[in-house]
Structures are given as C-alpha cells and as structure tokens.
C-alpha cells in the first residue's frame, strides 16, 4: 500500500492525494460551515435549483442520488449561463462556484435575481462572493487550497442542504457524518481496489455505466479522468445505454473497456441489464470490469464510489505521467475566452 501512495505522490506535487483521502473531513467540516452560515428556511419553494460547471455542478447531481425518494420536490443541477424558461419566481438557488469567478455561475446569479429567486452561494470568494456580500445573499464560505473538483464533498453538503431549506427533502446530516465514518474505516480497502482497478483497465480507455445512485458517480469517474489523468474517459447511464451505444461496442476492437457500477438499490431489471450488456460487450472490450458499491446508507455509497473514483483517476495519471491536479487545458479555455 505505502509503495502504490508513493507511486501516486510522484507526480503530486500539489498532495491531490491527501486532499482526496480527508473527504470524510471535508464532509464535517461542510456541515459545521453550512450550520454557521444560517441559511434561512425557503418552504414555499416549488423548486431547487443548484447552477454550478464542471467540480463544482457535480454536487447537485450526487445530491439528488443520495436523497432518491426522499425528494418531494425538484432538485435540478444547470450547467450553463441561463435557469431554465420554466423556473419559478420562488425557487431555491444555489449558485456553486469554487473559484466564484466563473461566468456561466454568475450569469445565473443574476438570473436567478431577475427571476425572484431566493439565493444562496456557496465559495471560497471572487466575484460570486463580492456580489452576493454586496446583495446581503448568504454565503457558506469553503476553504481555499485546493482544485475545485476536490471540494466535492463540500458542494455535495451545500446541495443537500438547499433540498432542505427548500422542503424537498429532510436534512441528511446524521448520514453525512455516518458516511464520514465509514469512509474512514474503508479508506484502506478503496485504496487497494482503485489500484486494482487501473490494472484491469490497463490503457484502453474507460466507459463508465451507471444506473440510479451511480449514474451521477459514473459521470463523476469519467470527468476525474479527464481532469486529473488527462485521459479520454467516457459515461453513460443505462438503462438508456443498452437500447443504443451498446451496439457500437462492436467497433471497439478492444480499445475501450467498460467499467459498471452497480448498488444493491438499483431496479432489479438494471441489475439485469447490467449482466446482460457485460457479457454482450466483453468480445469486444479490453475488460469488462464490474465494481459494487459497499456501505449501508445511500450517502455512504454514493461517498464511497466518489472516493474510489477519485483514486483511480489518481492512479491514470501516475501511469500516464502527469500531475493530476493542474488542469492546463481548461486554464487555456478561459484565458482563450477572457474568462477569469
Ligand atoms: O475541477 C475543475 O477545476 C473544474 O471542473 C471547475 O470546477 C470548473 O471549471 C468551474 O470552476 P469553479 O469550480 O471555480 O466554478
């Protein structure tokens, strides 16, 4: 184990790794941030809405997983510069940005202020943070230090929290600091799967299947890979996959390998489907690679696969060379548009 840790510092000269492994941290540390910022109760509205890009979006979704039928209301992530035509004066929006700088997250703010909406941020400052002082919006102030797509857990807290003070769903606190626990206890076994993990995948490149609570997580792993291994990486949630992509693996020539995340919660004709699409796939495929989500709760789960995620992509760029946490491509995108 300490020699893969040291594999993967090699290159890490930013301690992505450390960052990654103190999650269960994180998570804590998110709930006594979201309790001193006091947000205030929305009940009357009729939808939550989280507006965030890439790191800091991803909590929405993993939020609306872990609270699955608990939702009575809609919870909906938007990734991009406008709230849906549809969006009522009422809802609850969580404008996420790590950085707080970044354009399509503060167009929304202002949509969102256009629109009636009841506001909350969530970051660590810039222009999302100087504007929301400015309007008296409240803020759950994050820490800085580190690449947003690893303040996860923070934006996944901030999201379950936005369900609550909308009423769409109870607060999950209680779980959240179970799964912290949890994470703890089996930091060492994700360690040695995700290891494992990037030995079966080898170098072909990665589709990651998701379904339910793991469709979101499937999304997660293949933007990791992306961001930190600088990789091509690709996912889709079935069951709509198996009535249309399932067919081109045909082509794959064994390029690509599949990786399905499966959890016990899943319809039992997902879990099905799962089965049937492996071994459909598997002439065709560098692997087919089957990974279950191990916990009691759904946070739990869901925690437990982002982690893993986290690590594999870890692993990628060590095999691949590179530091995981600089992300130069996207830094090019924004400075190309004078986004800052
Ligand atoms: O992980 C990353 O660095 C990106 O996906 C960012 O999260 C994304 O570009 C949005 O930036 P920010 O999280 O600062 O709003």
């Given at each position: 184990m300490e020699g893969q840790a040291d594999d993967l510092r090699a290159r890490d000269s930013e301690g992505l790794l450390e960052t990654v492994l103190a999650l269960p941290d994180h998570l804590r540390d998110a709930l006594w941030r979201i309790e001193s910022a006091r947000l205030r109760p929305v009940?009357?509205?009729?939808a939550a809405i989280v507006c965030g890009m890439g790191g800091s979006a991803i909590g929405g979704d993993l939020a609306v997983a872990a609270l699955g039928d608990l939702l009575t209301k809609p919870l909906l992530t938007v990734r991009g510069y406008e709230l849906p035509?549809?969006?009522?004066?009422?809802a609850a929006v969580l404008c996420s940005s790590?950085?707080?700088?970044t354009e399509e997250t503060l167009a929304c703010y202002a949509a969102a202020e256009a629109l009636g909406a009841d506001r909350v941020v969530a970051t660590t400052g810039g222009q999302l943070a100087d504007s929301a002082r400015a309007d008296g919006v409240p803020v759950v102030g994050l820490p800085s230090?580190?690449?947003?797509?690893?303040?996860v857990g923070y934006m996944f807290c901030v999201a379950t929290e936005l369900a609550a003070i909308a009423e769409a769903a109870p607060a999950i606190h209680t779980e959240i600091d179970g799964a912290a626990t949890h994470l703890e206890m089996r930091a060492e076994a994700v360690q040695a799967r995700a290891a494992e993990i990037a030995d079966l995948l080898g170098d072909a490149v990665p589709v990651f299947y998701g379904a339910g609570l793991t469709s979101p997580v499937a999304y997660r792993w293949k933007t990791q890979v992306n961001e930190n291994g600088k990789l091509p990486a690709f996912s889709s949630p079935l069951p709509e996959a198996?009535?249309?992509?399932?067919?081109?693996?045909?082509?794959s020539r064994q390029r690509l390998a599949c990786v399905m995340l499966s959890d016990v919660d899943q319809h039992p004709r997902e879990i099905r489907r799962f089965e049937a699409t492996g071994e459909l796939i598997e002439p065709h495929a560098a692997a087919v690679i089957r990974v279950d989500a191990e916990g009691v709760t759904r946070t739990a789960r869901l925690l437990e696969m982002v982690m893993l995620g986290d690590l594999l992509s870890l692993h990628l760029a060590a095999r691949h060379g590179v530091?995981?946490?600089?992300i130069q491509a996207i830094d090019a995108l924004k400075a190309k548009l004078g986004s800052p």
């Open positions: 009940p009357d509205a009729s035509s549809w969006a009522p004066a009422g790590y950085s707080g700088d230090g580190m690449p947003p797509r690893a303040a198996s009535h249309n992509e399932i067919a081109g693996w045909e082509g530091a995981p946490s600089p």
